[in-house]
């Protein structure tokens, strides 16, 4: 009520202490409370269950504060009551206070506890122990039942367990707590100790503990016996990074085996028995823990693999990997960032990371925030964060600039062949499916998933201990052809995994993920990011970081550009990373004066478009834009790239706008605060905003106005038609390009033909599109009789691209459709429909 903390305590905790509550029955503790952090009047609304105690057994009520840096925590206060007087108390008392005796030379001041005990019928107990019992053996004898009641209560190796956690996590407290000095192994200590905590905090009710379990604890516990003091700890932890980088990651996969084998975990209550098998594993950790314990001791170089919770035993083989062929993968889906800058977004990470590692109802995060705040940045980090446990199971990650990885099949064949390669038994199921059905690959998408992802997945659940990652990236990137499935898919389908699979979903908040996702709040967790202007350190760190290659490639003074300069970039990124990469990307081009650039961002007026602004000043401080072959050809150099649903290499794009060899090689040089690409790859937008910004029908700069995109890009299309220029885009290399041979089967139907596959037109072009002019050269085409050729060798929603051209185009060209048989085994459905 009221306490006068001891002078040397107070200056460590102004504010109220942070109260927790341990019970022991007479030397065993038999409950630990939760800390209430900085309440001076906590309640704990905590309970556990005596072993039928002689009436005169002490209660020992032991008050603590938990000190945050300090290592040990303080005995505030402490009361002893027997059983007897409590359960009289109890039976006549309403509340019944017990009064606390302060420690002396710690606290002072008046100290009582409200706690209740009450009686319950042994007998009920015995019944039902005795019930469970008989189910594995039966009857059992009255003898056994009592050993059974014993061993199910076991007090003492639970209570062991949670002592010796106790410690583990105290140490692990003090690793996180060195936070900065061990920037690469924190996100794993901090895990570990978190999954540990909650399995604590459960344990301390827990009736059934294994020897296996306690002895992994306590070889965990011999192993962090070097962690008990942060000031060492502080001092010498650079020395040992790497060692304890790999000891706190050994230290996540036992937490997720001891939190599964304590009922806590993943896995539904039936499939623990099989956990029970996982002897063998608990015992390989042990011995693994103990061997590293002597490594550190010695200061030797470890192993790097991790002995896994989820890997009971090998299963592969050669048939194996040849039925996983049959899946079409995604054929580039990895991120090209390097994940958030070290000590950017880190609380962000934290809280996704151990959202996803702790079992949850909800099974589905989805991460919202505007184009550029940087979700798909913070997608790289948890992915690599999982990746480094072996525990990412699948990802795919949308983009405007590879249509590809939007196909239905494709989506679904990524994410099982994600899976088949993090699990050996999912593997197994998998393809054992794979096996038993061949035309399964090419079933509607409904059935596939149902039977190539959820019923093999759900054929293993026993098999699989802690989380298994699905990450989905860029869902607002997905094509239009999949989006919706794509949304419901997410919203209605992944509820039904197993529970270990958890999922990363980030996008832009649009109106139909919204809603859909919004009304399944019982499965999808919401974490929208903000881009509040209070908590700018992120975007500080960002900027400092940009500028200093900037300094060191142009020459410039260490301080340039000047506190208040970098406050006032910091002020107008407005916390938008992607404004802050292209302001400095502009700033720093190797042919710009950085100092003028710098100026020019700055001068911009403050504006709710501030990223179109950036662009357009990067559009139009590059290139000779009063000379018209400039304006036009780069009009459609960068329509081109906007649009591609693959990317083009610059030669590519010279063919497809008509234009001289070396012509798109030239202008792109001028753009590379926006574009990405080096002379003979393919180029694309460095980020899907520009294309936002290039294709909007508002964008107007003095030289580049977006209407003229869609027309440059007809007509240069049917330009290159009008040449009857062989073209095809497919996966070919460039030097086919331009004279791509029609195949001899084909040739003979088609006497006068042209090869054209469409990769970027569809959805994007409107009737409207097709002026006077375009219309005119549909004519010509009618006139000369010309042939589409649509070759079939890719994707599906290719062809709903080009589908959509049809559309649009048949009232005016006859198009006649050739293929090859051999080919088109898979695209049935669609060739019905053209
Ligand atoms: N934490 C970070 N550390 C370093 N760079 C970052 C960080 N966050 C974002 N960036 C930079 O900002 C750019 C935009 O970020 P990102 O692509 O992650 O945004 P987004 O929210 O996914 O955008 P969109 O919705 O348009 O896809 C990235 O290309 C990257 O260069």
Redesign the pocket.
Known sequence: ETIDWHPGLRDQYKKSPNLYVKVYDRKHRILKTKVVKQKIDPSWDESCILNSPPLSTILTFCLFHDVPLVGSDVNVAKAETSVGDLLERCRSETDVWLDMEGSRGKSRGTFRLCVSLRAIAAQEVITKVAREASTLESPLPVGKVMDTIEAAQGLDSSSKLSDTLDGVLSALKNIVEVGDALAKVHPYANTAWKILTSVYNIIQHQQETDNEVVKLAEAMAQLYSFATDVESLKKHSKSFEDILLHITMQTVECAFLIQEYCGHGFLERVFQTSILGATKRIVQMTNELLRLKDAFAQGMAVQTTIVSAKILDKVENLENLELLKRLRCASSNSSS?EG??RG??TEVIKHIALSLTIPSERQIIWLS??????????ATSVSEHFRVLGRLGAQIRFSRNHGDRSDKTVILHTIASGLANTHPHIKQAICNTLAHDSHLVEAPPGTQFQELILNPLNSVKGHLVGPLIIVID?L??CAEDSRSWMIELIANSFPKLPKVFRVLV???PESDMTMIFSKNSAAIYQCPLSLNQENNS?ISV?IHHCLKPIRDLHGLDPLWPGTDTVDQLINRSGNL??W??TALKFVGERTAQPKKRLEAVLKMSFREDNLDQLYALALESNGDWADPEFRESTTAILSTIALAKLPMTDSAIDAMCDLQVGSTASILQHFGSVIQWNVGHPATT????FNDFILHPNTITPNFDSAMVKKSLVLGCFRVLQKHLRFNICNLPDSHLLNCEVPASVKAHLPDSLTYTSRFWGSHLAESDFDEEVLQLLKEFLANKFLFWLEVVSVQQEFAAVEQVLRITEQYVQVGVAWELSKLSKKSTWLTTA
């Open positions: 960032s958030c800058l950017t977004r925030g505007v184009a550029g705040s940087g979700k798909s940045t913070i860029a607002d990137e980030t996008s832009r992120d960002y990373f992607i802050a990469a460095l980020h899907a905003s």
